[in-house]
């Protein structure tokens, strides 16, 4: 066989070759490849189902005790109660427009006076937020009655008295009234103003914190007149 001869033999070789090899590679595709490669078996983009987006809202992280409530809770359409005192010839009509008890008082506080409540457990604490006048004017003001006991019989009022010390000093933190929980007057400041008239009075092991402002215009600091009314009212109603 002469190359020539043996150059298109081999040409024919190789072209059928490939024709069977195309066709196997048709049978295999027609029939035994894995179905999910097979084009026509793929889903088509646009007939799949729109995925839902779900919007999830974090709750706020929860703020030290000693800043306002984000909450603001609404204020009653009229006074819970009202009670008149009338003590050292002055005469009173406070309208109580808030009143909440709670059991327990550290998780109230704030600064040295929390961690001061944290070893020392109150029995229960009462307050209030309320109005009255006083010489004709009006008169915002919020209490805090706070009952801590002794570590035992013959220290019953110790607490008590070191704690209505700690309160009165400067820079020692305080229980918090109930606008920096987000209750409200119908009338006044949003929150306590500063300054204020501050009182602590204690009996027992009873330590009420008194802070009384004029509803309108400046409170001067510790303003005598409403130092007085937190003495006349203390355990009056």
């Not at 013959?154 to 008295?161: E, F, I, K, P, V």
Request: glycine residues 8%.
């Amino acid at each position: 066989m002469s190359d020539r001869g043996g150059a298109r033999w081999l040409a024919v070789a190789v072209a059928a070759a490939s024709i069977a090899l195309l066709g196997a590679c048709g049978q295999t595709t027609a029939g035994h490849a894995n179905p999910s490669l097979n084009p026509t078996t793929l889903p088509v983009l646009s007939s799949l189902p729109t995925p839902t987006v779900v919007q999830t809202t974090l709750p706020a992280s929860s703020s030290a005790s000693s800043s306002a409530s984000a909450s603001t809770h609404p204020v009653p359409a009229k006074p819970l109660r009202t009670a008149t005192v009338s003590s050292n010839g002055h005469n009173y009509v406070l309208e109580i427009w808030a009143e909440v008890k709670d059991v327990t008082c550290a998780d109230h506080a704030y600064g040295q006076v929390a961690t001061f409540l944290t070893t020392h457990p109150c029995r229960g604490m009462t307050r209030q937020l309320a109005t009255t006048s006083v010489n004709g004017k009006a008169v915002g003001f919020a209490v805090s009655a706070v009952d801590v006991p002794g570590s035992d019989a013959q220290h019953l009022y110790d607490n008590a008295a070191a704690f209505s010390k700690l309160v009165e000093a400067d820079g020692t933190g305080n229980v918090n009234d109930l606008m920096r929980e987000g209750w409200r007057l119908p009338s006044g400041p949003a929150s306590v103003p500063s300054p204020d008239a501050f009182k602590t009075l204690s009996q027992d092991t009873g330590v009420n914190i008194y802070d009384i402002w004029y509803l309108a215009g400046p409170t001067p600091t510790n303003d005598p007149a409403l130092v007085q009314m937190a003495q006349d009212i203390y355990l009056q109603y």
